[in-house]
């Protein structure tokens, strides 16, 4: 059970749910993080699970590059088509977030004005988000 654009190739495909199907969903959360936009250009329904099972998620080129390709190689390994490929679980992808440079956050390019914000149809004023990257440590909670 779960948002259906959030489901991973495998659930979508009738198979069980794991922990690395969560890894997917937070995947997709992050790279629209990232790049601030929804990773398929599709309403939902059957077009969106088509989407999902036949196209793999990209990221923007200038992400890629960040620290030497690092948030690539966790993007990757987040949205893994097979989940045995994938980054197994919450535990392996903290170990993952954590071997990224603390230079990551203020490597990371401005998103890209989407088309609305351009003709000005966008609804509201654009916020800015200063992104911030913590290690666990004295006094801090790594939950």
Known sequence: VG???YLAPEVLS????????????LGIVFLEMLTGRWP???????????????TRPQIR????????GAVKRVVDGMLA??????????AALVAALSRLPESVA?????????EAE???????????VEVVIRRPGPGRSDR
């Open 61 to 68: 080129a200038e992400l890629a590059q960040v620290a030497d």
């Open 3 to 5: 948002t259906a654009a």
């Open 14 to 25: 009738g198979g069980a749910a794991s922990p690395a199907s969560d890894v997917w969903a």
């Open 81 to 90: 088509e097979d989940p045995f490929e994938r980054i197994a679980d919450g």
């Open 118 to 128: 351009e003709d000005g149809t966008e609804d509201g004023p654009t916020k800015t």
């Open 40 to 54: 398929w250009k599709t309403d939902g329904g059957m077009p969106l699970a088509v989407a999902i099972l036949r």
């Open 106 to 114: 203020g490597a990371l390019p401005p998103l890209p004005r989407d």
